[in-house]
């Protein structure tokens, strides 16, 4: 990541690009050019009944999520990939709050602004925030909070232990290993309220699963659950 003035020093020679596809940005553009910002894969999941949503199906059985949302679908090697990439690894915790204001302006415009009483981020594990400067997270939550708008609590759940690496477990295990990290640390906060619970990226599910069971077990009245990208279930 560069440092504030080297990133100022840098923008006087290259322009800003377009997070997604790189190309150069021209003015009025942030973040996404036009073209990106057209052709992104829209879910469109909030329009839907619930019984069509094939995200919601992922939960089915499990535990009851009012709402499963998630702005964009995940394509490997994609405007996606690419997004999430700048997000996560390149410090451009300013593409979570863009995106996140972008897809709150829609949920608003959908007539969701007051479903929600708050917004909740899964937490990062403090080593990764530490490495990070920032729970990516948290980014889009901002910007979804600022956008509908809704309060949010960045810090109404925490991790209770480091989660080892999860790539070499198997479905099952790996459930058990994130069971087991979370818990409420505002229980005040989420008592009685509808939380809508954020993350980045939705794949197996197993971690907004266990952040979702920890809320309702704290009282909260319903979670729902929406991500900036979600990868097609098999
Ligand atoms: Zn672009």
């Known amino acids: 990541m560069l440092r504030p003035l080297l990133a100022d020093f840098a923008a006087l020679f290259f322009p800003k690009s377009c997070l997604a ?9 942030q973040h996404l050019c036009t073209g990106c910002r057209a052709e992104l894969p829209y879910t469109g999941y909030h329009l839907l009944p ?23 679908r995940f394509l490997r090697h994609g405007r996606v990939q690419q997004l999430l990439h700048q997000l996560k690894y390149q410090g451009q915790a300013g593409v979570g709050r863009a995106l996140g204001q972008l897809y709150g302006a829609e949920l608003a415009a ?14 990062l594990h403090r080593r990764k925030l530490a490495r990070r400067g920032y729970n990516q997270a948290e ?17 109404a759940l925490r991790r209770t232990e480091h989660t080892a690496s999860q790539t070499r477990k198997g479905r ?8 087991t990290v979370f818990e409420v640390a505002e229980p005040a ?6 939380v809508l619970l954020v993350d980045d990226v939705l794949t197996t599910g197993a ?9 309702l077990a704290a009282g ?15």
């Open 21 to 29: 596809c790189r190309e150069p940005l021209v003015a009025g553009e």
């Open 50 to 72: 619930s019984a069509q949503n094939p995200l919601a199906r992922r939960f089915w059985g499990k535990l009851p999520v009012r709402h499963t949302l998630s702005y964009l």
């Open 110 to 123: 959908a007539g969701m602004s007051a479903e929600f009483g708050l917004i909740v981020p899964v937490p």
């Open 139 to 155: 980014a889009f939550a901002t910007g979804l909070a600022a956008a509908l708008p809704c309060p949010s609590a960045p810090h």
């Open 172 to 179: 099952a295990e790996r459930w058990q290993n994130v069971a």
């Open 189 to 194: 906060a989420i008592a009685g309220r509808h």
């Open 207 to 215: 971690t907004l699963e266990a952040c979702a069971a920890v809320l």
């Open 220 to 234: 909260a009245a319903a979670v729902s659950i929406a991500t900036i990208a979600a990868a097609d279930s098999n």
